[in-house]
T-cell receptor, first 112, second 113 residues
């Protein structure tokens, strides 16, 4: 079955610190993987996506993610977090099933 | 382009009432979908459509109906609202299924009392 696990419900980091948000997926074929961000009261915005090729993908706002097939993971990283990065982050998996399935999200808080 | 629009923004229903959440897009996208967002549950796929006249069930379809008579519109119908359907509903559209970026509407906050 197609599924996504985001094991961290809530993460707090200090401004300027590095960030890694974890995402593990389950999918029977080659997955399409996404990270979306949702600011409070807003819809979702795409940060980055992986289809094939280079396993390290760059996104907007300085984010990157690495696809590791052997670990079924697609973790999101940022070297230096800004206060404006405080939001909820969702990992999602899609593919030939025509369904895009989301994880439960990780809420990021940034301390000054 | 207005992108994806949803109406209404807020709605309060009584148990047993019916209503339709409207979703429209002006990007000529073939793929449209409905999600509900609940605290701690993330976004869960309700129904989706890969083109006009074609719809299918997602993860949590019970209690909801959809139809897709035009490329632009994808309404979500609640036939008999229940408190368990209290949620924020998002409509999304994309060029295709699976591997394309989804464009989300602003959401509809529904409360069923």
């Amino acid at each position: 079955a197609q599924s996504v696990t985001q094991p961290d419900i809530h993460i707090t980091v200090s401004e300027g610190a590095s960030l890694e948000l974890r995402c593990n997926y389950s999918y029977g074929a080659t997955p399409y993987l996404f990270w979306y961000v949702q600011s409070p009261g807003q819809g979702l915005q795409l940060l980055l996506k992986y289809f094939s090729g280079d396993t390290l993908v760059q996104g907007i706002k300085g984010f990157e993610a690495e696809f590791k097939r052997s670990q079924s993971s697609f973790n999101l990283r940022k070297p230096s977090v800004h206060w404006s990065d405080a939001a909820e982050y969702f990992c999602a998996v899609g593919g030939a099933t025509n369904k895009l399935i989301f994880g439960t999200g990780t809420l990021l808080a940034v301390q000054p | 382009n207005a992108g994806v629009t949803q109406t209404p923004k807020f709605q309060v229903l009584k148990t047993g009432q019916s209503m339709t959440l409207q979703c429209a897009q002006d990007m000529n996208h073939e793929y449209m979908s409905w999600y509900r967002q609940d605290p701690g549950m993330g976004l869960r796929l309700i129904h989706y459509s890969v083109g006009a006249g074609i719809t299918d069930q997602g993860e949590v379809p019970n209690g909801y109906n959809v139809s897709r008579s035009t490329t632009e519109d994808f309404p979500l119908r609640l036939l008999s609202a229940a408190p368990s359907q209290t949620s924020v509903y998002f409509c999304a559209s994309s060029l295709g299924a699976g591997g394309y970026e989804q464009y989300f509407g602003p959401g509809t906050r529904l409360t069923v009392t």
